[in-house]
C-alpha cells in the first residue's frame, strides 16, 4: 500500500475505487475526490473507498 495519501489513493484507484472525503458538513458528508483532487489539511481526516458499480444481491 501506499505511504502517503497520493499512492494510497492511486493504489486505491488502481482497484477501480472511488474516493469520498468525510466531511462534518449535514448536507454533504460526503465530498467526491476524483484522481488528482486532493484536499489540503493541517490535521488528519477521513476518507471512503468504494465501488459504486458493485451491487450487493440480497435474497430473503
Known sequence: MG???TE???FM???KYET???TSDKINQLVKL???N???RSHVFNV???KQNKMIN???
Do not use: A, P, V, W
Request: glycine share 8%; net charge negative; hydrophobic share 30%.
Open 3 to 5: 505511504t502517503n495519501e
Open 8 to 10: 494510497l489513493r492511486e
Open 13 to 15: 484507484g488502481s482497484l
Open 20 to 22: 469520498y472525503l468525510i
Open 34 to 36: 476524483t484522481i488528482g
Open 38 to 40: 486532493y484536499y489540503q
Open 48 to 50: 471512503l473507498f468504494t
Open 58 to 60: 440480497q435474497e430473503s
